[in-house]
């Protein structure tokens, strides 16, 4: 299957600081990726839309100066959490779709453990 | 909005045992997809299904998209230790725009002690 890769695995930050999240398509080109997070136990909850070449789209509730999303290429979109705060501590993952013919597919990073002190 | 009722929510399994987990909606899907998630990790894809009624194999995992296009099964036969973790299920209700899928709550697998 199709490989996304998502960096760092973990990152632990102080209150106050901004964290980048990279998420790349390694084997295949994708104009969108999406942005999830997910609490512990629980289901994994979109975030927003990454859009190659334009602005990303988020879903009600989602903070867009909160979380900064670039798609910068057909290949990278990265997550960046402004002003980390403890309730901002949570688990973030990518996908990216995979087209065929009549179908579609969606493949994962990895994901992201971020913890703010 | 769509929901995906995933069941059961918990599952303990002994080793060799079969498993069964189903998602059900009411509304239709044209995709289904099953993924498992290993602690720490993103999901990993299963088996995609694209058709009402198709019936899809990988390895010891079998998952069927149902006639009415509401539903999905997902079996494991014959359970090892590494099958423990959560099994989401996903659904699509069109062919594409994958911004539209929809997740279950999922179902976590466990060896029973």
């Known amino acids: 299957g199709a490989v996304v890769s998502q960096h760092p695995s973990w990152v632990i930050c102080k209150s106050g600081t901004s964290v980048k999240i990279e998420c790349r398509s390694l084997?295949?080109?994708?104009?969108?990726m999406f942005w999830y997070r997910q609490f512990p136990k629980q289901s994994l909850m979109l975030m927003a839309t990454s859009n190659e070449g334009s602005k990303a789209t988020y879903e009600q509730g989602v903070e867009k100066d909160k979380f900064l999303i670039n798609h910068a290429s057909l290949t990278l979109s990265t997550l960046t959490v402004t002003s980390a705060h403890p309730e901002d501590s949570s688990f973030y993952i990518c996908?990216?779709?995979?087209?065929?013919?009549?179908?579609?597919?969606?493949?994962f990073g990895s994901g992201t453990q971020l913890s703010v002190l | 909005g769509q929901q995906l009722n995933q069941s059961p929510q918990s599952m303990f399994i002994q080793e060799g045992e079969d498993v069964s987990m189903n998602c059900t909606s009411s509304?239709?899907?044209?995709?289904w997809l099953w993924y498992k998630q290993d602690p720490g990790e993103g999901p990993v894809l299963l088996i995609a299904?694209?058709?009402?009624?198709e019936l899809t194999s990988n390895g010891r995992l079998t998952a069927q998209f149902g006639i009415t296009r509401k539903d999905s099964f997902l079996n494991i036969s014959a359970s090892i230790p590494s099958d423990v973790g959560i099994y989401f299920c996903a659904g699509l209700p069109g062919y594409s725009s994958a911004s539209k899928i929809i997740f279950g709550s999922g179902t976590r697998l466990s060896i029973r002690p």
């Open positions: 084997d295949f080109q994708a104009t969108t």
């Open positions: 299904l694209y058709k009402a009624g």
């Open positions: 509304s239709i899907f044209n995709t």
């Open positions: 996908s990216a779709p995979l087209a065929g013919a009549n179908n579609e597919k969606l493949f």
